[in-house]
């Protein structure tokens, strides 16, 4: 593997440069490209301060700094978290995210005093799927869609429109493509990835990054229409054990590296200016401070020039470090660490170190030096043109453009994979169609997470997706277009006996770690109950599983008569009514192998497959799927008892807010999730031992907040909590309908000491119930990370 890997990335042509203005420039002539990219940033190097360079190696989120604070500090870089947007509100419109880009770079550019440069800041977005932070963006589907479709040119075309898309909002660089090899499909972010076989992934993720970026040698390569792409995460992402987020990936390094590097020659050949480090161990060593891999391996064996860019606070976890000290990163090849909150802090110790003699002003320089070249590239030291003066910027209409759109609803026909069709599909012209499930009218849940917010879903309904069409949609007008009826009914209910019913149903959406399984058994009842009952009464059904993931689904295979994987298909659901009316062919492929057990035997490759990596029926194919083992051990276990944990709420749980003042109802529901502020309570996203996988409550005197279950499911509640600010005025807890429980005094006693946990039990709250809610007298900030109920023995006493 290593030769082929050095061979790869020896074969790599450099990328050329464009003139600078004079303020920028005063570089010799000289011959090759690379000399000329070398001798512009050297004479930059050269005038920058200590502070400034140091400065450039700084990436906050925009929600923690202000464009005075870009001013003082000219950070060189920094970001939109899932859950951030343009002055605090993640659904702001585009016109808001560019007045912000705006804002940002004009107060970076300001003069210096005497002949420091100023070098402009660049701003980074997680667009993995379109440019889906902003509102009216084309959703295109996720990597597993596009990993079933096999089809390069239509990845790099996607590329393209989600650069041009990025541009109308100013923004410059694109965390993107994800080119993990997932190979334990447990893992919350499999659908990030194209393909368990790294054959696969590869092509996917250079074209991509052609899309995103232009083809090397193009005169337009970085310019109008492109962006700067990351590949990422530098390695093993997808191959932790046991699909544990951030987890630990063990095994022989070489034959680690033929399964996650082998992408990274790919990307690299097609010019990827930045590589994210990845959060996960390798053997035992982060990858934020692993030297020999992101060193050694990366810029050696791979020869990749650009900028190594970290994860969120990913520089924290390394052995030693913490958010706001950490030379070891530096020291191991990082270039920019992504520290979203306290940057202020980590700033003031790299200097510090630097000073000190801790880190090596070489190294320091050796890292600027790869941001500067990569802004030299993008043309971002080319004179002053701020974000809303460059080619896109602002023209609203090519957000969510007709052609975009065709582009993506090309994407999501051509990743259907059907699984299995006695003979229902095609749907048959002037056909009566009811169309069922929940799902099939909810563009958000088509659209997984990293869509409008970091884990997608919930209290985003389908006005937040203007332009976009539903399955539902989608269905609807095919065929009415063939002289058919198509009626919704969610429950599955009708007047008129349907000729055929379409089930649309599978995951809720989820992001990261928050996505981690311990089984892939599917656990979701709905789609199998309106199967099972069309089945009872005769009607040939057609089965849409919506997934990030291949699922333990025997039940529901069973059940159907047709089975369509759609993965996550995003804005366009026309896309697959052109597959089930058989206006386009079914080409999909799996890139996954589909288990045939739900327990935790094999996961990926043939041992253990129902169907392995490259079946995809096609419409005509109608021969027989044997009846399907229904047994599941896992399912008999039963639904979740947390009800908020690893960042979101569970399924069937809410949270809820009352205003200050009001009475009996007017309890507002708000998903626990971002930052919302509303009703005198104000949650807002913190890190605990993961991203945003922790929220901070901050209630106004009269308020209320609190947590449900749509069901009772018994035992105590353990809450896990941190006391932000004394109580200065009564708290409590009310339990169910009637228990209190006054916390006063013990949030007193746990103010300043940390997390802690408390346990509610019958013996100070009789009863329990479905719901608590903390209930405040004077204003209170706590912080909470999990909330689940769970069995005690009889008598056992209530702790804080």
């Not at 906050?60 to 870089?77: K, L, V, W």
């Not at 913490?322 to 200097?351: F, H, R």
């Not at 690893?646 to 949270?655: N, T």
């Not at 499911?713 to 353990?718: D, L």
């Amino acid at each position: 593997m290593k030769a082929f890997l050095t061979s790869t990335a020896a074969a790599i042509c450099l990328a050329g440069c464009t003139a600078a203005p004079a303020e920028l420039r005063d570089a010799p002539v000289v011959q090759s490209p690379r000399s000329a990219e070398d001798a512009r940033v050297a004479d930059l190097l050269a005038r920058m301060s200590l502070e400034r360079k140091v400065a450039q190696l700084i990436q906050p989120q925009i929600n923690s700094f202000t464009a005075a604070d870009m001013e003082r500090y000219r950070f060189g870089s920094y970001l939109n978290g899932g859950n951030g947007g343009p002055y605090g509100d993640e659904y702001a419109p585009a016109s808001e995210w560019l007045r912000l880009a705006d804002e940002m770079y004009l107060a970076s550019i300001r003069p210096l005093p005497g002949d420091e440069p100023a070098i402009p800041t660049m701003w980074g977005t997680d667009a993995v799927h379109g440019h889906t932070n902003v509102v009216g963006a084309t959703i295109f589907p996720h990597n597993i869609a596009l990993g079933a479709t096999r089809d390069a040119d239509l990845v790099r075309r996607i590329g393209e429109a989600t650069a041009v898309e990025i541009e109308v909002t100013g923004i410059d660089w694109n965390f993107s493509p994800t080119v993990a090899v997932a190979q334990d499909d447990r893992w919350g972010r499999t659908y990030e990835s194209y393909s368990e076989d790294p054959r696969i992934v590869a092509p996917l993720g250079a074209a991509l990054v052609e899309g995103l970026q232009g083809r090397r040698g193009d005169p337009d390569r970085l310019g109008a229409g492109h962006v700067i792409a990351t590949a990422k995460h530098f390695f093993g992402d997808g191959g932790t054990d046991q699909g544990v987020d951030q987890g630990e990936v063990t095994g022989d390094i070489e034959a680690l590296k033929t399964i996650h590097a082998a992408p990274y020659p790919a990307a690299i050949g097609a010019g990827v200016e930045a590589v994210m480090a990845s959060f996960n161990s390798i053997n035992g060593k982060k990858m934020h401070g692993n030297k020999s891999l992101l060193t050694d391996v990366l810029r050696g064996e791979l020869g990749f020039d650009g900028l190594v860019v970290g994860d969120w606070n990913g520089h924290g976890q390394v052995a030693g470090c913490t958010n706001t000290d950490c030379p070891q990163s530096l020291l191991a090849g990082l270039d920019i660490y992504m520290v979203p909150d306290d940057w202020k802090g980590l700033l003031e110790t790299l200097v510090g170190q630097v000073e000190d003699g801790t880190i090596p002003m070489a190294t320091l320089d050796e890292a600027v030096t790869r941001i500067l070249r990569v802004k030299l590239r993008a043309g971002l030291l080319d004179g002053a043109v701020k974000p809303s003066d460059r080619p896109n910027a602002g023209q609203l209409e090519l957000l969510g453009s007709p052609e975009h759109r065709a582009i993506a609803r090309e994407a999501v026909a051509k990743s259907q994979v059907l699984l299995k069709n006695n003979g229902v599909l095609p749907l048959q012209a002037g056909a009566n169609i009811l169309v069922a499930g929940t799902a099939a009218d909810d563009i958000a849940q088509a659209s997984g997470g990293w869509t409008l917010t970091w884990q997608g879903g919930g209290d985003l309904d389908n006005s937040y997706f203007p332009g976009a069409t539903s399955i539902w949609s989608g269905l609807k007008a095919a065929t009415e277009e063939s002289g058919g009826k198509a009626t919704l009914s969610a429950d599955g209910s009708y007047g008129e006996k349907p000729d055929v019913a379409i089930v649309v149903f599978g995951e809720k959406p989820y992001a990261e770690f928050a996505g981690d399984r311990k089984h892939l058994g599917f656990t979701g009842e709905e789609g199998l109950d309106l199967l099972r009952k069309f089945k009872t009464e005769g009607i040939p059904t057609v089965a849409v599983f919506l997934s990030g993931r291949p699922m333990w689904v025997n039940r529901e295979l069973n059940a159907a008569d047709a089975f369509v994987a759609s993965w996550l298909p995003g804005s366009e659901g026309e896309g697959i009514a052109d597959v089930l009316t058989g206006a386009r062919p079914a080409t999909g492929k799996l890139g996954f192998s589909w288990p045939a057990t739900c327990d935790f035997g094999p996961l990926n490759g043939p041992q253990g497959a129902l169907f392995p990596v490259g079946y995809g029926r096609s419409l005509d194919d109608t021969s027989t799927t044997p009846q399907l083992d229904e047994t599941c051990a896992p399912l008999l276990e039963g639904p979740s008892r947390a009800l908020f944990e690893s960042g979101r709420l569970a399924d069937g749980a809410i949270a809820f807010v009352t205003k200050p003042n009001i009475t009996g109802e007017g309890e507002l529901l708000a998903q626990m999730r971002g930052d919302i502020t509303d009703a005198g309570v104000s949650v807002r996203s913190v890190d605990r031992n993961a991203q945003e996988d922790a929220r901070e409550v901050s209630m106004r005197a009269g308020s209320r907040f609190g947590l449900a279950q749509d069901r009772d499911s018994g035992g105590a509640y353990r809450i896990a909590y941190e006391v932000m600010t004394r109580p200065t005025a009564p708290i409590a807890l009310r339990v169910g309908e009637d228990a209190v429980v006054d916390l006063t005094d013990k949030f007193a006693l746990a103010h300043g000491k940390g997390w802690r946990e408390m346990l509610i039990t019958e013996a100070c709250a009789p009863g329990l119930g479905q719901r608590i809610r903390f209930e405040t007298e004077g204003d209170i900030s706590f912080r909470i990370s999990s909330v689940t109920r769970e069995d005690v023995p009889e008598g056992t006493a209530c702790s804080f």
